[in-house]
C-alpha cells in the first residue's frame, strides 16, 4: 500500500469516527482547505482565509426507507486534534462545479448550492492537495448525483473528456453504496458496488455498430470504377434512344404547335404596331403634360412671388402711414403736462418712423421708390415744427418759472430773516419735461443749443438774485466790530484792545456751506437734464454731497440718467467736446454770482484781515472736495476766492511792511503776536 492510500485510510477512519454518531456510511473522505472568496480589482474570485478542512461523501437511508440521500459533510479539526462536524451539504441540492480558472494547479473548484440563505454571498472556494484527489472527489460526487439524486449539475471549467482519460487510466473504480448497510471504503471491492467507468461515459457498442454499417455503405473499392462508368453508359444510350421515339410519335403535334405559333407571330407583329401607334401618342402627351406643368411651375413662382410682393407693400404702406393722433400732436398739439404723455408716445413713434425708413432696417432697394422720399419728406417736416414749437414752448416755459419765483418775495432772504435757496419745485417741474428733451436731441441736436442758453440765462438770473440778498442779508446780521489794533507804538495814536471777529469766519463759511453744494447740484441737474453725455459732477459720497445732508434737497430724484428711445439707460462716456460743452454753459449759468462771495470776501478783510488766514483755510477744505471733472466752475469759483483772499492778505502783509519801515527810527515794537485768535 502506497503512502497515499495509507494517509486516504487514515482520512476515512477519522471522518467515520467523526460521523459515527449521526448513523451515515462515510463513502469519501479527502483533505483539503477552505477558502473564502473575494472580489478582486480586476473583477475575479481571489482567496483569503485558507483553513485546513477534511471533506467527506455520504450516504443515509431516507426516513421513509424508498431510496438513499447523499450529503457533503464538511469536517475541522478541533482543539485536541479530532475532526468534527462543521456544516453539511445535501447533495441534491448541488446546481454547479466550478473549476477556479486563476488557480493554474487546478486544484480550486467550487460548489454551488441552489438553497443558500444568502445569494450574494461568494461561495467558498475548496482547494485539494493534487489534481488526482480533485478527480476522485469530483467524479464521486457526479457518480452519486447520477445514481442516488437523479441529475448531474453543471460543470464549467473542467474537461469532461479529460475525467474520461482520466478515469480510464485509473483502473480502479469508485464504488457508490446505496444502502448504509452495503457501504465499503474507496479502495475497497463489493459484488453489489456501483462501477464509475469511462465506458459508461463514451459512445455504447451498439452506437459504435450502427455508425460502421453507416460508414460501410459509402465505401467503394477502386476497381469497381470501370464497370459502375460502363453501366452509366449504356443507361444513358438508351435514354436518348427512348427520347428520340418519343420525340417521331408527336409530329403532329409539333406540326399543331407551329402553326399556333405563326398564328401568335402575327398577332406579335400587330401587337408591336399598335405598341408604336400608342407610344407616339403617348410621346405627344408626355410633351403636352410637360409643357402645361411648366405654365404651372411659373404661374405658381408668379403666385409666390405676388404674395411676397403684396406682404412687402403692406408691411411698407404700414410704415408709410401716420396715424392722425400722433400728426395732430406733432404739428399742433399742447404741451401742458397732462400732454406730455401723448406728446413722448407721438416723439417715440416719429423716431422710429424715421428710423425704420433709412438702411438697413429699409431694404435699400426702397430706399429710392418715390413714395418713400415723399413720405420722408413729410416725417421731416413733422420733425421741424415740432421740434420748432417745443424749443419755444420750453423757452418760455423756463422765463416764466424763474420770473414767478423771482417775483415772490418769499424765495430769497429779508430782512432779519436768512433764506436757504430751495430749487426743488423748479427741478421737479423741469423733470416733467426731461424726457421731451432727450427725444427733441434724439431728432435734433442743434436745437438744444438755445434750450441751453435760454435755462442758463433765465436761471442765471434766479441764483444771482438769491446770492446778492443772502450776501447782503449775511453782513447785516453778522455782529462783529472793526479791529483797531495797534501793532506799533505811535504809529496812528493811542492802542486799544482786540475784538473778536471770529464771526466773520463764520459767516464766510456759511455762506460756502449754502451756496457750494447749491452750486454743484445745480451743475448736476443742468448736465443731466440737458442731455451731456458726460460723467456724474458729484460722485456718490463725496464731500459735497456729505456738505449738503442738512439741506432741503431731493437727492435721488435730481440723478437724471439718460436713456435711449426704448427707455435704456445710456451709460456716459467722457466726451472732451461734450465736457467743453457743458463747461461752457456753466459758466453762463453761474456767470456773475462770484461778485457777492469777492462782497462777503473784502467785507471780511476791512473787518479784521487776520481773518483772511481762517478764510484761507475754509476755501481750500471746500476747493480739495471738488474732484468731478465737470465741476470746473465751481472749482474755478473757490480757486479765485482762494486767490482774492491771499492777494488781501499780502496786502495787509506789505502795509504792515510798510509802517515798520517808515517808523523803524521813532517807534519801538511794543510786543510780537505770539498767536492769532479764532
Given at each position: 500500500?502506497t503512502?497515499?492510500?495509507?494517509e486516504?485510510e487514515?482520512v476515512?477512519?477519522a471522518?467515520?469516527a ?24 480586476s ?5 483569503h ?8 461523501l ?17 469536517l475541522?479539526?478541533?482543539s485536541?486534534?479530532?475532526?468534527q462536524?462543521?456544516?453539511?451539504y445535501?447533495?441534491?441540492h448541488?446546481?454547479?462545479v ?10 480550486t ?11 450574494s454571498?461568494?461561495?467558498?472556494q ?13 467524479v464521486?460526487?457526479l457518480?452519486?448525483?447520477k ?6 449539475p453543471k460543470?464549467?471549467g473542467?474537461?469532461?473528456v479529460?475525467?474520461a482519460?482520466?478515469a ?14 452495503d457501504?465499503?471504503?474507496v479502495?475497497g ?12 461515459d463514451?459512445?455504447s ?10 460508414l460501410?455503405t ?5 476497381d469497381?470504377?470501370?464497370?459502375f ?5 449504356r443507361?444513358l ?7 428520340v ?23 406579335v ?5 399598335w405598341l ?19 405654365r ?12 411676397s410682393?403684396?406682404?412687402?407693400l403692406?408691411?411698407?404702406v404700414e ?7 400722433y ?15 401723448q ?10 418712423a424715421?428710423r425704420?425708413?433709412?438702411p438697413?432696417?429699409?431694404d435699400p ?5 418715390r413714395?418713400?422720399?415723399?413720405k420722408?419728406?413729410e ?7 415740432f ?6 414752448f420750453?423757452r418760455?416755459y ?14 430769497f ?15 421737479y ?10 427725444h ?17 440765462r433765465?436761471l442765471n ?8 440778498e443772502f450776501?447782503?442779508e449775511l453782513r447785516?446780521?453778522?455782529k ?10 505811535g504809529?496812528t ?5 482786540s475784538?473778536?471777529?471770529?464771526t466773520?469766519?463764520?459767516a ?12 454743484v447740484d ?8 440737458m442731455?451731456?453725455?458726460?460723467l ?17 434737497s ?11 428711445l426704448e427707455?435704456?439707460d445710456?451709460?456716459?462716456s467722457?466726451?472732451?467736446?461734450e ?5 461752457e454753459a456753466?459758466?453762463?449759468l ?15 478783510y ?18 480739495s472736495g471738488q474732484?468731478?471733472?465737470?465741476a470746473?466752475f465751481v ?13 488781501q ?15 523803524d ?5 511794543v510786543g510780537?503776536?505770539s498767536?492769532?485768535t479764532?
Amino acid at each position: 500500500m502506497t503512502k497515499s492510500g495509507s494517509e486516504n485510510e487514515e482520512v476515512l477512519k477519522a471522518a467515520e469516527a467523526a460521523l459515527q454518531e449521526s448513523g451515515e456510511t462515510v463513502v469519501m473522505a479527502v483533505r483539503g482547505s477552505k477558502n473564502r472568496g473575494i472580489w478582486g480589482v480586476s473583477g475575479r474570485l481571489a482567496r483569503h482565509m485558507s483553513k485546513p478542512r477534511v471533506i467527506a461523501l455520504t450516504t443515509r437511508s431516507s426516513s421513509t426507507g424508498q431510496r438513499a440521500k447523499a450529503d457533503l459533510h464538511v469536517l475541522k479539526h478541533s482543539s485536541g486534534g479530532a475532526l468534527q462536524p462543521a456544516k453539511v451539504y445535501k447533495l441534491k441540492h448541488l446546481a454547479r462545479v466550478e473549476v477556479i480558472a486563476s488557480d493554474v494547479t487546478g486544484c480550486t473548484f467550487v460548489l454551488g448550492f441552489d438553497n443558500l440563505k444568502s445569494q450574494s454571498v461568494s461561495p467558498p472556494q475548496w482547494t485539494l492537495r493534487n489534481i488526482d484527489d480533485r478527480n476522485r472527489l469530483l467524479v464521486c460526487i457526479l457518480k452519486m448525483c447520477k445514481e442516488i439524486v437523479g441529475r448531474l449539475p453543471k460543470v464549467v471549467g473542467m474537461d469532461v473528456v479529460e475525467m474520461a482519460l482520466w478515469a480510464q487510466a485509473n483502473t480502479k473504480t469508485v464504488p457508490v453504496s446505496a444502502s448504509a448497510q452495503d457501504a465499503q471504503t474507496v479502495d475497497g471491492d463489493t459484488p453489489n458496488d456501483l462501477k464509475v467507468t469511462v465506458e459508461e461515459d463514451l459512445v455504447s457498442q451498439a452506437e459504435e455498430d450502427d455508425m460502421e454499417a453507416l460508414l460501410g455503405t459509402y465505401v467503394m473499392g477502386v476497381d469497381e470504377a470501370e464497370a459502375f462508368s460502363e453501366r452509366l453508359k449504356r443507361e444513358l444510350l438508351a435514354l436518348e434512344a427512348a427520347n428520340v421515339y418519343a420525340i417521331l410519335e408527336s409530329e403532329p403535334l409539333v406540326e399543331e404547335v407551329l402553326q399556333r405559333l405563326d398564328s401568335a407571330m402575327v398577332c406579335v407583329e400587330d401587337m408591336d404596331e399598335w405598341l408604336n401607334i400608342f407610344n407616339v401618342k403617348l410621346r405627344h402627351m408626355r410633351e403636352d403634360i410637360e409643357s402645361i406643368e411648366s405654365r404651372n411651375n411659373k404661374m405658381e413662382m408668379q403666385s409666390v412671388n405676388n404674395k411676397s410682393l403684396i406682404e412687402e407693400l403692406n408691411k411698407l404702406v404700414e410704415r408709410l402711414h401716420i396715424p392722425p393722433e400722433y400728426a395732430s400732436s406733432l404739428t399742433g398739439g399742447s404741451f401742458d403736462e397732462a400732454r406730455m404723455l401723448q406728446n413722448v408716445e407721438a416723439c417715440d413713434w416719429l423716431a422710429n418712423a424715421l428710423r425704420a425708413l433709412e438702411p438697413p432696417i429699409l431694404d435699400p432697394s426702397y430706399a429710392n421708390m418715390r413714395a418713400v422720399r415723399e413720405k420722408r419728406a413729410e416725417l421731416e417736416k413733422l420733425k421741424t415744427t415740432f421740434v420748432r414749437s417745443a424749443s419755444d414752448f420750453l423757452r418760455d416755459y423756463f422765463a416764466s418759472l424763474v420770473d414767478f419765483m423771482i417775483s415772490d418775495k418769499t424765495y430769497f432772504s429779508q430782512r432779519g430773516q436768512l433764506k436757504r435757496p430751495d430749487h426743488a419745485d423748479l427741478r421737479y417741474k423741469c423733470r416733467t419735461y426731461a424726457r421731451m428733451l432727450q427725444h427733441l436731441k434724439s431728432l435734433d441736436k442743434g436745437c438744444l443749443g438755445s434750450l441751453r442758453k435760454a435755462y442758463c440765462r433765465s436761471l442765471n438770473l434766479l441764483l444771482r438774485r438769491e446770492a446778492r440778498e443772502f450776501a447782503n442779508e449775511l453782513r447785516a446780521s453778522t455782529k462783529a466790530s472793526r479791529n483797531q489794533t495797534v501793532w506799533l507804538e505811535g504809529s496812528t495814536g493811542s492802542s486799544g484792545s482786540s475784538a473778536d471777529t471770529s464771526t466773520v469766519s463764520e459767516a464766510y463759511a456759511k455762506m460756502l456751506t449754502i451756496f457750494i453744494p447749491l452750486l454743484v447740484d445745480e451743475s448736476s441737474f443742468f448736465a443731466s437734464f440737458m442731455c451731456f453725455e458726460v460723467l456724474p459732477l458729484v460722485p456718490p459720497g463725496g464731500p459735497s454731497s456729505a456738505a449738503k445732508d442738512g439741506s432741503n434737497s431731493d437727492d435721488s430724484e435730481d440723478d437724471l440718467s439718460l436713456m435711449d428711445l426704448e427707455g435704456n439707460d445710456i451709460k456716459p462716456s467722457q466726451n472732451s467736446v461734450e465736457l467743453e460743452a457743458l463747461n461752457e454753459a456753466l459758466e453762463e449759468l453761474l456767470d456773475g454770482i462770484q461778485e457777492d462771495f469777492y462782497a462777503v470776501v473784502d467785507w471780511a478783510y476791512k473787518i479784521d484781515p487776520l481773518r483772511c488766514i481762517s478764510m484761507h483755510g475754509i476755501t481750500e477744505r471746500y476747493l480739495s472736495g471738488q474732484k468731478a471733472d465737470a465741476a470746473g466752475f465751481v472749482r474755478r469759483l473757490l480757486g479765485d476766492l482762494q486767490t482774492r483772499i491771499t492777494a488781501q492778505f499780502n496786502k495787509f502783509v506789505d502795509e504792515a511792511c510798510h509802517q515798520i519801515e517808515r517808523n523803524d527810527r521813532n517807534v519801538r515794537q511794543v510786543g510780537v503776536l505770539s498767536y492769532i485768535t479764532r
